[in-house]
Each structure stands twice: as C-alpha cells, then as structure tokens.
C-alpha cells in the first residue's frame, strides 16, 4: 500500500460491523512500508477506535504484516473488547457524525472544503470531507 500514489480505503467502509477499520488497515500497512506520505496512521480518527476496541496501534499494525482483511476481521475479534452490535453501530454514527474539535481544527476543514467545492456546505463532517478530498461521491444533503 503506497499512500504516496493512491488513497486508502473510506472512512465509511467497514470491516467486521466496524466503519474505518479499512482505512486503519491500509495506513497501518503503508506505515510497516514507509509509504504514508502525507496521511496519519494512529490519527484521533484511527485512535478512537483504537480506544474503544482496546487494541494497541502497535499492536494492529504488527498484526497486519501476515493478515488479510479477513483474517485481521477474525484477528480483531479475538482481541477486542466485547461489544453488542448496537453498541458498534452507536460508535459507527458517532465517528461518521465526527466535525473539527477546535478552533484550528475548523479553519482547516473550512479551507479545505472551500478549496474542493466551495458550494457544499452540507459537507460537515470529517468521513465526507475526506471522501470528497480523495475523490469518492458525497451525496447532497438538504
């Protein structure tokens, strides 16, 4: 995984009932490769759900050296806290509900939104600004 030349998955795709953990994976491996470029791995995004599973970035990201995605679904379920999925799902909603956090925060994801498309402004969360950055549909939300 080059993150340099391709975007890693959405924060919208899912693995295991789980949104983001795709994108989690794909940065973890461009991590193990040094190809991160400008991306993040073990972000505030990656380390929520990091916090609410219990498992280590460090952990995750050696797990995924001999994984594919199906084994690291059957890896993380070995290894997570339990939870119900109604509890997922409410983790779901709420990271894909996730907007800037501070001051700074918010003049980034404005610049950035004003930059891409400075006419959606239905766009405020992070998961949508980061799909539309990396060129994947945002519907329009009235």
Known sequence: ???????????????DGYVHVPR?????????????GEYIYNCPMDQS???????????????VKTRDDRQMAEWIRQRA???????????NRTLLARTPSSPESQQRFLATRQKLAPNRSDITT???LIDLE????????G
């Open 134 to 141: 990396e060129g994947r549909p945002v519907p329009t939300r």
């Open 81 to 91: 806290k339990p939870h119900s999925m109604d509890e997922i799902e409410d983790w």
């Open 49 to 63: 759900w990091f916090q609410l599973t219990g498992i280590t970035a460090e952990a995750f990201a050696d797990a």
């Open 126 to 128: 992070w998961p949508d």
């Open 24 to 36: 989690i994976i794909d940065k973890a491996r461009a991590h193990i490769a040094g190809t991160l």
């Open 1 to 15: 995984m080059d993150l340099r030349t391709q975007f890693p998955r959405s924060p919208k795709d899912k693995l």
